[in-house]
C-alpha cells in the first residue's frame, strides 16, 4: 500500500502550474472562444481552466455557455480541447441541441483546426484510472463476487464456502480495463 502510494506521487513529478500561469491560459483561452464567437456570430461562453477534469472538456449551453477545459493538459491540447467545444456552440447554434458528435459537427470541428479525435491521456487520468481499477473474483461455488485493486498472486479459496466446509476457488471474471477512453 506504501509502495503504490509512492508511484502515484510519482506521477505528479512535474511542478504543476502556478495560479497565475492558469489564470493566463484561461484569458487567453476566453480571447479564442471571443473571436470565434464574433466571427461565427455565438453567444458569450464563459470558459474556465478546471483541475477537476482529468482531461479534455465540456461545454454547457447557455446563454451563457459554460466552457469547462481541463487543466492538467498540454497547452496545445488545451487549444484544440477549447476549439472542439466552439464547434460544439456553432452546432448547437445551427442545429439544436442534440447534434453530438455527428459527421457535420466533425466538419466544422475540421474547419476550426481540430486535428484530435479524442481528449488525450494525461497524468491525472491514469491516476484516476490505476485508483479506479478493480480486479473481479467470483466464486465457482456460492457465486460470490469479490473486488480488489490487485490481482491475487495465487489461487484463492472462498472464505464464506470454506467456512461452510465447502472448499471453492475464486476465479478472476473481470479485470481493470487499462484502455478504456472517455469521449470528449
Ligand atoms: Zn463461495
Ligand atoms: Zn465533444
Redesign the pocket.
Known sequence: MKIEALVQLDLFSEAPPTREELRADQASLQALYDALAGAYRLPPARVELSSRRAT????QYGPPHVIRISSHMSSTDRRQTLL??T??AICHDRWGVDE??SSR?WEV?HELGVTRKTAPETDRLATIRARNARYTYRCVGCAGEWTRRSPFGRARLCAACEGKGRPSRLILVRRPKRAARR??
Open positions: 479534455g472538456g465540456v461545454i472542439h467545444e464547434a460544439h453530438g458528435h459537427f470541428a469521449k470528449g
